[in-house]
């Protein structure tokens, strides 16, 4: 599928590549589709990794919208609001990230570690310094689970940006491969301790057993 080719040329850094294919029209009815929520959200990943944050979050709203009107608001089928929060994140909006990370985990079902890994990464850079490192290393274990292997390298190499002296480690179940296979960053690394933009960027509670629980 488009969104497939489209997400996995995004991931890997090939950019141009992915322009070329969103040059090409798609036809109205396939937003009538679960396929176009799915590309609607690989068109907001795109954008979001080549810094255009505002067409990602158009895009990212699109597919809530659309979920909600379906009533396929779940989020093994579309997490958009983890893609949402990434996106106002680097806008600076920290709170409204937060909220959106909290509901994307308290809404995945235990056995989605993609949602609740995404949701952890965005919860890691909005709570309490203290927590970030421990926040960072569960994202990965669930990224881990979830057999995604870009999300899992990135994780581990944000963890490792933001991880301050004397901040315990929190090995994985079983030592992952580092070697970074994507062409780019992923934008979670560009976001400070703070959860600001750096300047260069223009685009229900939780349970107490839950990891985000403590923030």
């Not at 969103?22 to 954008?47: E, F, I, S």
């Not at 949602?115 to 309490?128: E, F, I, M, P, Q």
């Not at 179940?173 to 970074?180: I, L, W």
Request: net charge positive.
């Amino acid at each position: 599928p488009l969104s497939t080719v489209l997400q996995a040329e995004t991931a890997v850094g090939a950019f141009d590549s992915a322009s070329e294919m969103l040059r090409h029209p798609v036809p109205d009815a396939m937003y009538r589709t679960v396929g176009g929520l799915r590309y609607l959200r690989a068109r907001g990943q795109y954008h979001l990794a080549t810094d255009r944050v505002l067409a990602a979050i158009s895009d990212f709203q699109e597919c809530r919208k659309l979920a909600m009107r379906w009533s396929l608001d779940l989020p093994t089928l579309i997490p958009w609001r983890g893609d949402l929060a990434e996106a106002n994140l680097r806008l600076g909006n920290s709170a409204v990230a937060r909220e959106l990370a909290r509901q994307q985990y308290d809404g995945a079902i235990s056995t989605d570690h993609y949602s609740r890994g995404a949701a952890l990464r965005v919860l890691a850079h909005t709570g309490h310094p203290s927590e970030r490192a421990k926040l960072l290393s569960q994202a990965a274990e669930h990224f881990r689970r979830s057999g995604d292997r870009i999300e899992l390298t990135r994780t581990l190499q944000t963890l490792e940006q933001h991880r301050r002296p004397g901040d315990p480690r929190v090995p994985l179940r079983h030592h992952p491969e580092r070697r970074f296979t994507a062409g780019a960053a992923h934008p979670m690394a560009a976001v400070p301790a703070s959860g600001h933009s750096n300047g260069h960027r223009t685009s229900g509670a939780p349970r107490a057993a839950d990891p985000a629980a403590a923030l």
